[in-house]
């Protein structure tokens, strides 16, 4: 009887061996599938209003490789949805093929858009999207269109939360917005971590605070001091 019991559980133990054995397999054999890492849904503003004294500038636009790793750069196509897209060929510029590194699940593709005078009171729509290559393919049906809103147009930046409104630099107004461009020279805070923004932060004040002591305070629309209005410690 103990021999019995053994032998079955050898042919348990083998048949429970070759099951995770084929768990193991590789979902992905084939293709490689290419994909935006946000949704169609998620629209990236761009404005060249947060790029002072720039006149092209080359948006990251991050992406995820979904299938087998290469040990060679894999090619892949963006091209803009003109039936989708109400921005003109000259306001912005794509390659034929942009290639994802060698080995890597996260890459960023570079879209270089362009500044027209006509972007400074209008907004354009640049649909993108992934086109099948002889190398990959567009992944997850979401994930294969990006919207961007391009223009030259002042708004208030996506970083600027109602947390920085409460304890950084205070109710958004163009104008605070405009000198803290001025003194900092960035307008765009969101690619920064916390500490970084922080010191940028700290840097439009002292800014602020040169320019009372100087007897020439810079003011709010409404005639205030912009320095009483920004809450930051430091």
């Not at 050898?10 to 193991?24: G, H, I």
């Not at 907004?123 to 269109?145: D, H, I």
Request: glycine fraction near 6%; include cysteine.
């Amino acid at each position: 009887m103990n021999t019995k019991i053994i032998v079955i559980a050898l042919l348990l133990s083998t048949c429970f061996f070759y099951s995770c054995k084929k768990k193991d397999i590789p979902l992905y054999e084939g293709e490689n599938y290419v994909q935006f890492t946000a949704g169609l849904q998620d629209t990236l503003n761009m404005s060249f209003f947060f790029y002072p004294n720039k006149d092209v500038v080359d948006l990251p636009v991050p992406l995820r490789l979904v299938g087998k790793m290469s040990a060679e750069a894999i090619p892949f196509r963006i091209v803009a949805d003109g039936a989708a897209s109400t921005a003109l060929p000259n306001h912005y510029s794509l390659p034929e093929s942009f290639f994802f590194k060698a080995g890597r699940p996260l890459d960023t593709a570079y879209i270089r858009i362009n500044k027209t005078p006509e972007m400074a009171n209008k907004e354009f729509l640049l649909v993108l999207k992934l086109e099948a290559t002889e190398n990959s393919m567009p992944g997850q049906t979401g994930y294969t269109r990006r919207v961007l809103k391009i223009s030259n147009m002042v708004r208030k930046p996506v970083w600027w939360t109602t947390t920085i409104d409460t304890y950084s630099l205070g109710i958004y107004t163009e104008a605070k917005y405009r000198k803290f461009m001025e003194a900092t020279g960035i307008g765009d805070l969101s690619m920064y971590s916390t500490y970084e923004q922080r010191d940028y932060m700290l840097q439009f004040k002292y800014y602020l605070i040169k320019m009372r002591d100087a007897g020439t305070p810079v003011l709010e629309a409404d005639g205030s001091d912009m320095l009483s209005t920004v809450p930051l410690i430091g």
